[in-house]
């Protein structure tokens, strides 16, 4: 069933109600710890207005050597609130594509660790929910190994699909 019909009025209100795609369009690389520095995805940040509610669910394409894995954080408004979930193979466990699934969820000032493999390309799916406070802002997806060596490389076409709730 079509959204729209042909001919009718639509608002800009419900335009901006749809859901809002992000991605990125270079292999983004990081070769040092979390502890150390975390690289901006650029592509994976969106303008937050104040007192709103959103929703991004964001499907990573990695490669990360194994034992150095990938570290995946946000930056957000002052004052902001929500929580912070994740599909992916869990830190630590076997290979790239083998392993234990994490689910685990977090506040979204958390971290979350995914496990890298040598030869293989890796999917995360990411989803978070932000409560953002009386500071408006940019909300920025950033990530960084978790043990430095090597590089890991987030994949070009990593995407983020934003919906505003409130």
């Keep these: 069933m079509p959204l729209y019909a042909a001919g009718q009025r639509i608002r800009g209100s419900e335009i901006n109600a749809l859901p809002q795609v992000y991605y990125t ?8 710890a979390f502890t150390t520095a975390y690289i901006n995805a650029t592509g994976l940040a969106f303008a937050a207005e104040v007192n709103a509610r959103y929703l991004a669910e964001l499907f990573l394409f990695y490669r990360a050597p194994m034992g150095n894995d990938i570290m ?3 930056t957000y408004p002052s004052g902001t609130t ?3 979930g994740a599909d992916g193979i869990e830190s630590g466990s076997g290979g790239g594509a083998v392993g234990q699934v994490n689910r685990q969820a ?3 000032n958390g971290a ?3 496990n890298g493999d040598n030869g293989v390309d890796v999917l995360a799916k990411i989803a978070t929910s932000f409560v953002i406070g009386g500071t408006p ?4 997806f950033k990530f960084a190994q978790l ?5 890991t490389i987030l994949r070009s076409g990593s995407a983020m699909r934003v919906s505003r709730m409130v």
């Design 106 to 108: 977090l506040t979204v």
């Design 137 to 140: 802002g940019t909300v920025q």
């Design 25 to 32: 369009t270079a292999d983004l690389t990081s070769t040092v």
């Design 147 to 151: 043990v430095a060596g090597g590089s």
């Design 72 to 74: 995946c954080a946000w």
């Design 82 to 84: 929500g929580w912070f």
């Design 112 to 114: 979350h660790a995914f």
